[in-house]
């Protein structure tokens, strides 16, 4: 019984995880009380998508440096040049277009290889990039908030390091569950580990709604013009990383996609100054909106690619 409960829920975790990112809307009380546990949801995630890698798959990625190289380069480097030549067109205020410049120089969620697994994209691409744009996202982001005149709260080698620790960390005990559980284990347990990556997802997605709704009660017409925005950056960036890479196949283009648009917030939230604009804050956590409905979007474009295969 509980089997099919979960392969019932597991089926149908991209309209789950659609449905669930406004919960931590409509509960504030929820969003708060989950707040301290975000950080622990964030390493979950990675551990879960080491746990499940495909080895052979993985060497067969890492011997072609140059692709993915070139995909660390188009999320940590191309992406922020093109919003921020974009955004002599923008009209937005500043503090908006500077979040949306720093969003896109940070890396890849680490909840991104779960998401591309749920959608059957190249989970193992997405989490390469995503590991290698995390060790170099210290330098991107520093380069970036200079440009922007940020001062950073720590140094770049501090940010390093501790991003290697947390990293080397979860890398570890990933492999470590790998090793205990057995492949073959993991593999019959997908439906099961598609739902627990859910279940992180969405105890992050709620958790840094914390605060949101107040502000969207006090100005909801620029609340919604946030929104808008963010629903613009995400799908643009997304478009940037598919067709940037589409020589690829669309299963590694739309993979390297999601990984440009769903970018970690959090890790910014840490190390800039407390004094930013307040819009800088409520732009990262309505961001949060796009990709998390970014799963249910793509679905239906991924299946009718699928079928034509």
Same mark, same amino acid.
């Given at each position: 019984? !509980?089997?099919?409960?979960?392969? =019932?829920?597991?089926?149908?975790?991209?309209?789950?995880?659609?449905?669930?990112?406004?919960?931590? !809307?409509?509960?504030? $009380?929820? $969003?708060?009380?989950?707040?301290?546990?975000?950080?622990?949801?964030?390493?979950?995630?990675?551990?879960?998508?080491?746990?499940?890698?495909?080895?052979?798959?993985?060497?067969?990625?890492?011997?072609?440096?140059?692709?993915?190289?070139?995909?660390?380069?188009?999320?940590?480097?191309?992406?922020?040049?093109?919003?921020?030549?974009?955004?002599?067109?923008?009209?937005? &205020?500043?503090?908006?277009?500077?979040?949306?410049?720093?969003?896109?120089?940070?890396?890849?969620? *680490?909840?991104?290889?779960?998401?591309?697994?749920?959608?059957?994209?190249?989970?193992?691409?997405?989490?390469?990039?995503?590991?290698? #744009?995390?060790?170099?996202? &210290?330098?991107?982001?520093?380069?970036? $908030?200079?440009?922007?005149?940020? *001062?950073?709260?720590?140094?770049?080698?501090?940010?390093?390091?501790?991003?290697?620790?947390?990293?080397?960390?979860?890398?570890?005990?990933? =492999?470590?569950?790998?090793?205990?559980?057995?492949?073959?284990?993991?593999?019959?347990?997908?439906?099961?580990?598609?739902?627990?990556?859910?279940?992180?997802? !969405?105890?992050?997605?709620?958790?840094?709604?914390?605060?949101?709704?107040?502000?969207?009660?006090?100005?909801?017409?620029?609340?919604?013009?946030?929104?808008?925005?963010?629903?613009?950056?995400?799908?643009?960036?997304?478009?940037?990383?598919?067709?940037? *890479?589409?020589?690829?196949?669309?299963?590694?283009?739309?993979?390297?996609?999601?990984?440009?648009?769903?970018?970690?917030?959090?890790?910014?939230?840490?190390?800039?100054?407390?004094?930013?604009?307040?819009?800088?804050?409520?732009? =990262?956590?309505? #961001?949060?909106?796009?990709?998390?409905? *970014?799963?249910?979007?793509?679905? &239906?474009?991924?299946?009718?690619?699928?079928?034509?295969?």
């Amino acid at each position: 019984m !509980l089997r099919a409960v979960t392969d =019932f829920l597991a089926r149908r975790a991209i309209i789950v995880l659609a449905l669930g990112v406004f919960a931590g !809307l409509a509960l504030p $009380a929820l $969003a708060s009380s989950l707040r301290p546990i975000m950080s622990l949801s964030i390493g979950i995630l990675l551990i879960l998508s080491v746990m499940r890698m495909d080895l052979p798959h993985v060497r067969d990625l890492l011997a072609r440096p140059l692709t993915l190289g070139f995909a660390i380069l188009l999320v940590l480097v191309i992406s922020p040049i093109v919003v921020w030549l974009a955004s002599g067109m923008a009209s937005q &205020p500043s503090g908006l277009v500077l979040a949306v410049i720093l969003m896109a120089a940070a890396p890849p969620i *680490t909840a991104s290889p779960a998401m591309a697994s749920l959608l059957d994209l190249d989970s193992d691409l997405c989490l390469l990039v995503m590991v290698g #744009a995390l060790f170099l996202a &210290p330098f991107s982001v520093s380069v970036v $908030a200079h440009v922007l005149s940020f *001062t950073m709260t720590i140094t770049v080698w501090e940010l390093f390091f501790r991003l290697l620790g947390f990293v080397v960390l979860c890398s570890a005990l990933g =492999f470590f569950l790998r090793r205990v559980v057995g492949m073959h284990r993991i593999r019959e347990a997908k439906s099961t580990l598609d739902l627990v990556a859910v279940i992180w997802l !969405l105890i992050f997605a709620i958790a840094i709604m914390d605060g949101v709704m107040a502000r969207a009660l006090q100005e909801p017409a620029r609340v919604l013009a946030v929104v808008l925005l963010s629903f613009v950056a995400n799908v643009g960036l997304f478009g940037l990383g598919a067709i940037a *890479t589409r020589a690829l196949g669309w299963r590694k283009s739309f993979a390297v996609g999601l990984g440009a648009a769903n970018c970690n917030m959090g890790l910014l939230l840490a190390v800039l100054p407390r004094d930013i604009d307040d819009d800088i804050f409520l732009y =990262f956590a309505i #961001a949060q909106i796009p990709m998390y409905l *970014t799963p249910a979007l793509l679905k &239906p474009v991924v299946q009718r690619l699928q079928l034509r295969a």
